[in-house]
C-alpha cells in the first residue's frame, strides 16, 4: 500500500484473513474489470467503495461479456 491508502485497521483486517475464508458482504461497486464488496465485518477502504475485490474470470465459470451479467 502507498501512504496515501495506508490504514492500519485495515491492514490488521486483511492480515487475518487466511485462504478458504467464506466472507459476507454487498456489492458496492461493479466494473467492467470485476465487483468491488463492501465486507459485513471489514473496515472501510480509504480509497476504493469496498475491501474486497472480485476479478470478472472469477465471477463465473462461463463466458460472460461484463460482470452485470452476473452480478
Keep these: 500500500m ?3 491508502s495506508e490504514s492500519p485497521e ?6 487475518t484473513l487466511r485462504p478458504g475464508d467464506i ?12 465487483v ?3 465486507l459485513d465485518d471489514g473496515p472501510a477502504h480509504p ?4 475491501v474486497g ?11 460472460i461479456d461484463a460482470p452485470t451479467d452476473v452480478v
Excluded: K, M, Y
Design 23 to 34: 466472507l459476507s458482504g454487498t456489492v458496492a461497486a461493479i466494473e467492467r474489470f470485476g
Design 47 to 50: 480509497l476504493f467503495p469496498g
Design 10 to 15: 485495515l491492514r490488521a483486517f486483511l492480515g
Design 2 to 4: 502507498d501512504g496515501q
Design 53 to 63: 475485490f472480485v476479478a470478472v474470470p472469477e465471477l463465473s465459470w462461463r463466458h
Design 36 to 38: 468491488f464488496v463492501a
